[in-house]
């Protein structure tokens, strides 16, 4: 493998760091892996998980197919292989990912490594729940097989280990069936926070997919205005004979593109007032329930590709914490109240609820509450003393940061906020004694420290 | 549909041409030296477009089996309609201690090549086949550079080669291509500092086979590499020789 020397940040372009990064053609190269390294797919988490200035392997060439069981729905990759490349096969097939998150540029082993989850988590847990096994490449380079019976230990500090126990190379999934390649989408307005989070559960039991878009411009202190979205797959038996026919169809999409330049103050507080006043009212208007491919319904941001770079040179941060059910309302108040006044600007906050509180891992970001995703972009100083405070009220109800949206999380809130954390290192080390795979991340958190 | 034989196929380039065959529907198959790594495109393909996809041992420098390796695929396909020779080696020895080594360039590049393909015309001259060979060669062969002469020699041999075949062959219908890529995103060009564009394998492997569809016999992958190249075969070498005291010099391994 060839190393280079690039400038890398992951998609919320901060960090970044001059990292020595490799891309192998063929699959046996990745067992010329260094000591240390970490392996990156797309890089599209919002943290520093996939970098690391001694050694990046990046995996987009080993992006095959390696068996596909139309009758039964299972699936095996190359971990490489983003989930755009994989619906065009699978959906015409009939089937689709259980768990899906919000970009389909994303890769498999990302999606493992993080142990993803979408808006559908209270009826499928996280995308861990699916994997029947992958390949591992340890550090002793050799390549084992891991699953719930090969090498169970493994297996479960990998889903949601972010990388850190050896190299995911290849992943087994066990698709979902779906009938038609449409959902059925309806969305409603809410205009307070209690409403907003208790309409969210029931939609999250009632329908398949369930998610809150907040207004960013709300007056958090009176009101909490958004609107909710629910979907599920349609029937075949809900289509008019014409759509039947070509019911499994798939169309990729034709993203528009942003060119890379970088003006850093292109989004004020203006223009996202504007902007959420118009996506407010446009959204509102969808009364009855209406049709959407898939595409449109699970990947609304990709439409737009190189969005991130709107957000200015200095990157944006994304704020997700977990808060347990009880504790939610009043967190998320305090959460948003800080928000509005350090007028900090927050160009999207979404809420998803969460019914499904398996671990494997025990970093694995799941749980029954819900999860508040909060962007900011990085334009103030004071955005690092703001989201302290988010910690410290994160931490009082019992929630969690997701990793995979963490750049700046301390060793110390880290460790009180995933209390099995011990017993995940424990299996770490046993997999990976010389801490060979790390990352900035790793070693922001202490990892083994 | 077109059945059609890729040597060297575990480069990045033949994995794109590859692809844009089986998207049209080609039987394929793919030959060379990394077996696993060509099973894996093989079975990829295979699932994506639902074609049949043979995978073979290649060994361009093995002269002696080329034979009965072409009649393996033509007895495994049941024909053969194309070829696409990808295969290549590039490194940059300039000592006469590594004859060796420059022997191995020239061999990789043009011996074997002239090996295989002479064969692939045989066949199809005795079939009376309009069949197609596309050769990948370089930019590196239109003019001799101090960085890399012997590759850039090899690949020269290559397109007279083709282009020799080009005449024979054109009374029987037989399309001869020769493909000149520029820098492409491979790991041949992976890493170095002088390359300042490199393109995507996947796009140049789609605009290698639609060049069948297309008139020209001789394709510049960027299209627009024709340019730079035409001013370069230009110079008049009084001119040409003192080019390397004025461009910047490469911190690795060059074309």
Partial sequence: MIFKPQLLSNFNRYPNATCEIARPQQYNELFEFTSPCIVRGQGLSYSDAALLPEAVIETSRLNRFLAFDKKTGRLKVEAGIRICDILPIIIPAGWFLPVTPGTEYASMGGCVACNVHGKNQAKQGNFGEHVISFTLITADQKSITCSIDENPIVFKATLGGMGLTGIIAEVELQLMPIESSYMNVQTQVVNNLAILLSRLSNLAHEEDYAVAWVNPSSDFKQHCSGIISAAHHVKMTELASQQQVSALGYEASEPWSIPKITPSKIINSYILNYFNKWYERHNARKTAPYLQSITEFFYPLDKLTNWNYLLGKQGFIQYQCYLPTPHAEIGTQQLLEILQNTKLLSPLITIKYFGNATDPSGLTFSGTGYTIAIDIIINNEIIWEALQKFDEIVISHHGKVYLAKDVRLSAETFRAMYPAYPDWLTHKKSIDPNFNFTSSMAKRLKIGA | ?255
């Fill in chain 2, 1 to 255: 549909m077109r059945k059609i034989l890729i040597l060297g196929a575990s480069s990045a380039i033949a994995r794109g041409i590859a692809l844009s065959f089986a998207q049209s529907g080609d039987e394929l198959f793919l030959a060379g030296r990394h077996i696993d790594d060509l099973t894996r495109t093989a079975n990829d393909l295979h699932i994506r477009f639902n074609i049949a996809c043979y995978v073979g041992y290649f060994d361009v420098l093995k002269y002696e089996t080329h034979s009965d390796f072409l009649k393996d695929v033509i007895d495994k396909m049941s024909g053969l309609d194309g070829i696409v020779a990808a295969f290549g080696y590039l490194t940059n020895p300039k000592s006469a201690a590594e004859f060796a080594e420059c022997k191995k360039i020239i061999d990789s590049n043009f011996t074997g090549a002239v090996s295989i393909i002479n064969l692939v015309v045989d066949y199809y001259l005795e079939q009376k086949k309009q069949g197609f060979i596309i050769g990948i060669s370089s930019v590196a062969g239109d003019r001799g550079r101090a960085e890399n002469y012997i590759y850039g020699a090899a690949k020269a041999a290559l397109s007279i080669y083709l282009q020799g075949l080009r005449q024979r062959l054109c009374a029987h219908n037989i399309r001869v291509i020769t493909i000149k890529p520029g820098y492409i995103d491979t790991p041949m060009v992976y890493g170095r500092a002088d390359v300042f564009f490199a393109a995507d394998p996947n796009k140049v492997g789609a605009a290698i086979a639609k060049s069948l569809n297309k008139p020209w016999d001789v394709v510049y992958v960027p299209w627009f590499w024709r340019i730079p190249m035409l001013i370069i075969k230009l110079i008049p070498e009084f001119l040409y020789k003192r080019l390397e005291k004025l461009l910047p010099k490469a911190k690795k391994d060059s074309f």
